[in-house]
């Protein structure tokens, strides 16, 4: 389809995504970071950054549907999302800067003082995150009601951030090693970096906001949790989420595994530089089979590649890179299309219930991206305590046991199979939600989009068994 029919202008979607590179930057800078800084710089254990991700997460699972609804019922001459999201370009990267602050006068502090400082600042980056990422792309799904304007947009949005996290994944060890292990200056350096790609979204346009009264509490709780379609898909995409834990892993696969903490960036370059040809190839992968079949195969490419990496790569590091490189092309699919799935389930939202609730919607997103990242990371962390992780303070350099050695190779290899396995079936027996499905569930006046929850399901039954 010809661009003469997009709404938006070429400068509008490269500022829009623009401020995405800026917040992956951040996202991936405490994401790779974050375990080897607690376990080695603060001197944590394993087990003890393991239950904090996990805790985080708990407390997740109340507070974005809260911070979602702020943003939803509020009303700014500004906009319903900009103003939001204008505000938080500052704050996000300041709470960025107090994870990674005062190191060296914590690590000599009683240890429930360093815990206490971890759990809190991270805990506040996250909420801070959650007001940054869930408005942000709700934007996405009002700058245009072009459906393939809205997939090129999304599309391009995850290659936007994949370009942010190379930038993180090459220059903050380059940074932190050139700094002689200067984190808090490291963290600044990137942060207003960071601030200022993400404060171009200034320019981006929300055209088709609709116009609505205030949804109440139970409006909005009822929309998102009858919305079977999201919630399954949600669930889905957190296991095939799994890929995450190579987030986590990847500094400690270089340092442990293959004796080289230099490697490091490659190997993380590895794993997300390639991802970027996601971004072109998935507007045509959902031309030629569709959505649903697009995320389906690049679902089972990532579980079948990392069980051929768990056998192969092990004594082979250039194979290991090959491998890494090719799975990444599978795990850009995969970040690419949550968000266009996603602005479909706002769309079967609103013809049940006649809300279109944009924020909440896309919270759901952010709280899967970071339970994703936070689960694995707890998840592989907790193994790793479990079978002999051994931290050390002040940025030591520890000798593993051959046992962790092997457990880290599994926890990357094996834990990214199994998710995404069972992801892979949990979507293909639950999401069904076609662009014909939604095509005919919408009912040529939108004004009576408060049709039944009954009789809507009972059409799509019947649209679905054709």
């Excluded at 990137?190 to 609505?212: D, F, G, P, S, Y």
């Amino acid at each position: 389809m010809s661009n003469t029919n997009y709404e938006t202008s070429r400068h509008e979607r490269l500022s829009y995504y623009t401020f995405f590179i800026g917040q992956n930057i951040i996202f991936m800078f405490v994401t790779i970071f974050i375990s080897i800084y607690y376990t080695s710089v603060l001197g944590l254990s394993a087990g003890t950054v393991g239950v904090i991700f996990l805790l985080a997460r708990v407390w997740d699972a109340v507070n974005d549907p809260i911070l979602s609804i702020m943003v939803e019922r509020s009303r700014f001459k500004g906009g319903k999302f900009k103003p939001w999201v204008n505000a938080i370009a500052w704050g996000v990267p300041i709470a960025t800067v107090l994870i990674f602050a005062f190191g060296d006068y914590l690590s000599e502090q009683p240890m429930w003082l360093r815990v206490t400082y971890a759990f809190i600042t991270y805990v506040g980056w996250g909420m801070l995150y959650t007001v940054s990422d869930a408005p942000a792309y709700a934007i996405g799904s009002v700058m245009t009601q072009n459906k393939d304007e809205r997939n090129v947009i999304y599309s391009f949005v995850r290659f936007g951030g994949f370009v942010g996290m190379v930038i993180a994944m090459v220059s903050a060890p380059w940074l932190v090693e050139k700094l002689g292990g200067k984190w808090t200056l490291a963290a600044v350096i990137m942060c207003v970096t960071a601030m200022i790609l993400m404060l171009t979204i200034r320019t981006v346009k929300e055209r088709h906001v609709v116009e609505q009264e205030v949804p109440t509490l139970k409006q909005i709780l009822g929309t998102v949790t009858g919305n079977k379609y999201l919630l399954m898909f949600i669930l889905a995409f957190v296991f095939i989420g799994g890929s995450n834990v190579a987030f986590t892993l990847m500094p400690y696969i270089a340092r442990d595994v293959f004796n080289d903490s230099s490697l490091s960036s490659l190997f993380l370059f590895a794993m997300i530089g390639p991802a970027m040809l996601a971004s072109p190839l998935v507007p045509i992968g959902i031309r030629k089979v569709g959505k649903i079949a697009t995320f389906a195969w690049a679902s089972a490419a990532l579980a079948i590649l990392s069980v051929i990496t768990w056998i192969l790569g092990y004594e082979h590091i250039e194979l290991f890179i090959a491998l890494t490189m090719i799975k990444a092309i599978a795990l850009g699919v995969t970040l690419i299309m949550p968000s266009i799935f996603i602005a479909d389930c706002i769309e079967y939202g609103y013809i049940r219930s006649g809300k279109r609730l944009e924020a909440v919607t896309f919270a759901t997103q952010t709280f899967a991206n970071k339970a994703t990242t936070a689960l694995g990371g707890a998840i592989a962390m907790g193994y790793l305590a479990m079978v002999g992780f051994v931290q050390s303070t002040g940025g030591a350099v520890v000798q593993q046991p051959p046992q962790v050695i092997q457990g880290m190779w599994d926890a990357l290899n094996l834990g990214n199979a199994i998710g995404a396995t069972i992801g892979l079936v949990i979507f293909l027996y639950s999401y069904k939600l076609t662009d014909q499905v939604l095509a005919n569930l919408k009912p040529d006046n939108l004004s009576v989009a408060g049709l039944s929850a009954n009789k809507t399901s009972q059409n799509e039954s019947i649209i679905i068994a054709k």
